[in-house]
T-cell receptor, first 114, second 115 residues
Framework: KAGVTQTPRYLIKTRGQQVTLSCSPISGHRSVSWYQQTPGQGLQFLFEYFSETQRNKGNFPGRFSGRQFSNSRSEMNVSTLELGDSALYLC?????????????FGPGTRLLVL | GNSVTQMEGPVTLSEEAFLTINCTYTATGYPSLFWYVQYPGEGLQLLLKATKADDKGSNKGFEATYRKETTSFHLEKGSVQVSDSAVYFCALSPSNSGGYQKVTFGTGTKLQVIP
């Protein structure tokens, strides 16, 4: 099976712009979670989608949003970018049954905001 | 709420040294516990897991035992290699989540192994 893929891998934006990141989960996985990783704050949970519905959300401002499509692919959007949004954004998918607790991570999208 | 506490890094060891990375957790019930590893420039990958008390997870020479009485899940390896240099994350998934899980991660511990 192909792993979790994320596009793009690297992105440079300027303050005030918006950005959309994409994540394709492992085939058959219906849950997709997004995380922000920074040197100062570590790994922080953004939100989780399951069957096109957001079912968990972290403590991030409304500028951070996401969605999931019927094929389980997910996108996250950050509007009005700030310098502090520079981070590695990780997507993880999980399956069902005994494996629903294990998260499979993509390589991440590294976002730099100038 | 749930939380995971890991020892501060970085941890620097010589090759073939013994490794322990401490992890303790706070959660109700019986969560599942995990160790993930992140190599430079990559995403996280599952290293090992344990789903109930006294279970031992193991993989690639790493081990961790689910200790309910001390709410701990310490990671150990008898002889580290340079290739083990990475960041290690302890994590938990709540029990009885009915699939509505939200995994809680620790802050990560960077391990550097020198030849």
């Amino acid at each position: 099976k192909a792993g979790v893929t994320q596009t793009p891998r690297y992105l440079i934006k300027t303050r005030g712009q918006q950005v959309t990141l994409s994540c394709s989960p492992i085939s058959g996985h219906r849950s997709v979670s997004w995380y922000q990783q920074t040197p100062g704050q570590g790994l922080q949970f953004l939100f989780e989608y399951f069957s096109e519905t957001q079912r968990n959300k972290g403590n991030f401002p409304g500028r951070f949003s996401g969605r999931q499509f019927s094929n389980s692919r997910s996108e996250m959007n950050v509007s009005t970018l700030e310098l502090g949004d520079s981070a590695l954004y990780l997507c993880a998918s999980s399956g069902h049954g005994a494996n629903q607790e294990t998260q499979y991570f993509g390589p991440g999208t590294r976002l730099l905001v100038l | 709420g749930n939380s995971v506490t890991q020892m501060e890094g970085p941890v620097t060891l010589s090759e073939e040294a013994f490794l322990t990375i401490n992890c303790t957790y706070t959660a109700t019930g019986y969560p599942s516990l995990f160790w993930y590893v992140q190599y430079p420039g990559e995403g996280l990958q599952l290293l090992l897991k344990a789903t109930k008390a006294d279970d031992k997870g193991s993989n690639k020479g790493f081990e961790a035992t689910y200790r309910k009485e001390t709410t701990s899940f310490h990671l150990e390896k008898g002889s580290v290699q340079v290739s083990d240099s990475a960041v290690y994350f302890c994590a938990l998934s709540p029990s009885n989540s009915g699939g509505y899980q939200k995994v809680t991660f620790g802050t990560g511990t960077k391990l550097q192994v020198i030849p």
